[in-house]
């Protein structure tokens, strides 16, 4: 008797899987990094007051629903990290090769500093949004500094806590949404955006929240074309440290509590 072919599972190449995570990171760039610098015009005002608040929302929502989108498009062939916290943090917990994070992480930086190049030439367009592009360094994230612009009050240990806590927790959601059950699994794209979106809202008002170091990397590279805006590359390590730092202690912690082998 002649057995049932068994289904094929797709099996992807490392090429592939790097493409899948630089265009998925351009587009979360393009559309979040895009976000946070095209309102700096239209919804610019004083901390507190109605603008402010939209703009943080426009600028969480567009991150959350990009993060989403990229997820369910290239989740299947990369895992959908564009991100080198998620990424560290998977081959950390044993669900990745380490042989495939550096292929990971370039393709990430690559593709987000591509998405901020077309952000930055898209301002470039409008004389007053390309003023405040360049003096806020594409909406680079930051903390109180000599050589920080005005209106980056928080100390660095305070920034250094709020983007290992935030990016600990999202990474947190990552890990176990994707472990998930085959019924719950095709939920986890939603439960991610939605968490980073949230994890935006609360991390902006305080330093424009990184959460990713790429999403800082992007525009303090894009920055340096200029001149006046090289404080956005000098503050950078903050934000690539300390999100690496949160998705690894999400990686003990999703080892800490995986059920014991039947």
């Known amino acids: 008797m002649s057995e049932t072919p068994r289904p094929s599972v797709p099996r992807w190449s490392p090429g592939q899987k790097y493409l899948a995570e630089f265009l998925g990171t351009f587009g979360l760039l393009l559309i979040g990094g895009g976000a946070a610098v095209f309102t700096l015009v239209a919804l610019e005002g004083a901390i507190g007051t109605a603008n402010d608040l939209a703009r943080v929302l426009v600028v969480s929502t567009a991150l959350g629903l990009a993060l989403m989108g990229g ?3 290239f989740g299947e062939i990369s895992g959908g990290h564009f991100n080198p916290a998620v990424t560290l943090s998977m081959a950390a917990s044993g669900r990745m090769a380490w042989r495939e994070v550096p292929g990971y992480l370039v393709a990430q930086a690559a593709g987000a500093i591509l998405g901020m190049l077309v952000v930055a030439g898209i301002a470039a367009g409008w004389p007053a949004m390309w003023s ?116 690894l202690l999400a990686a003990a912690v999703e080892r800490a509590l995986r059920p014991a082998p039947e």
Do not use: K
């Not at 360049?134 to 680079?140: C, D, I, P, R, V």
């Not at 100390?155 to 990474?171: G, K, Q, Y």
């Open 71 to 73: 997820i369910y498009a």
């Open 132 to 247: 405040a592009a360049q003096s806020s360094a594409l909406s680079s994230q930051c903390y109180s500094a000599s050589f920080a612009p005005a209106g980056c009050a928080t100390s660095w240990p305070s920034v250094m806590l709020i983007e290992v806590a935030v990016t600990f927790v999202f990474v947190l959601i990552i890990q176990f949404s994707t472990r998930a059950s085959p019924s719950t699994r095709p939920l986890a794209p939603a439960a991610i955006g939605f968490a980073l979106l949230i994890a935006n809202l609360v991390a902006i008002p305080i330093d424009g929240a990184s959460i990713n170091p790429v999403r800082s990397l992007g525009p303090a590279v894009v920055a340096l074309l200029w001149s006046g805006a090289h404080w956005a590359i000098v503050e950078v390590w903050i934000f690539l440290l300390a999100p690496v730092l949160g998705g």
